[in-house]
């Protein structure tokens, strides 16, 4: 499997933990997409004789690069979410935010309406700078809730959408391009499901991103 696109990290009887290359899906949007993370990752893991279907346990989007759950079988999917649902889960995001943030850190408070569900949610996001550049900020973030796009949501929410943002904000409105929203899911710890052992685990900067700041 050395033609695969993604990379495992860490891989027991009940966990897999997967580094995502940004364009990838993690699994079929309703359009049926075939080659998706997890249609990868379970064609890779049946090839080697492993039984049991590996789950995600939590989302990140196509354009998002990094770390990524997936747990085998649907028991121990469902002991790892709940670890999502009690957010004991610890989960920190690089972005990138078009202008200069004057806060080195804040929290962000912003409700989301959720179209599934036909309802406002409130969300909550930590974030510090960690670097200022000329047209942009570099930005550690946390999610304190898990609601979909809610980084992406919120930057833009402030005035500072993510660097390469196209749903959230107007892509002309800004003279710095990048071919995709500047996303990466950094860093994860989490309780493992069997040996009740905290698991950690950080993914470096993708080289799209390390080309933006000229390293």
Do not use: W
């Not at 075939?34 to 004789?49: E, I, P, Q, V, Y």
């Not at 949501?153 to 500072?160: C, M």
């Not at 800004?174 to 996303?183: I, N, Q």
């Amino acid at each position: 499997m050395s033609e695969r696109r993604y990379k495992i990290l860490y891989e027991d009887e009940a966990v897999v933990v997967v580094e995502k290359p940004s364009g990838m899906l993690v699994i079929p949007s309703p359009k049926g997409e075939m080659n998706t993370l997890a249609d990868l990752l379970n064609k890779d893991l049946h090839s080697r004789g492993v039984e049991a279907n590996a789950h995600p346990c939590h989302r990140i989007d196509r354009e998002t690069s990094g770390l990524i759950v997936f747990a085998k079988g649907k028991k121990f999917q469902g002991l790892l979410m709940e670890e999502f649902k009690k957010r004991s889960v610890k989960k920190s995001y690089i972005a990138f935010v078009h202008g200069k943030l004057k806060k080195n850190f804040d929290t962000i408070s912003l409700s989301i309406y959720n179209r599934n569900k036909d309802r406002v949610q409130d969300a909550v996001t930590r974030y510090r700078v960690t670097r200022r550049f000329p047209d942009f900020t570099m930005v550690e973030v946390e999610p304190v809730t898990g609601r979909t796009n809610q980084i992406r949501i919120h930057f833009a929410g402030i005035g500072h959408p993510l660097v390469g943002e196209s749903l959230f904000c107007f892509r002309k409105d800004f003279d710095l391009k990048f071919k995709r929203t500047a996303l990466h899911a950094h860093a994860i710890a989490f309780k493992h499901p069997v040996t009740g052992k905290i698991m950690k685990f950080e993914s470096p900067m993708p080289d799209d991103m390390l080309n933006l700041i000229g390293q």
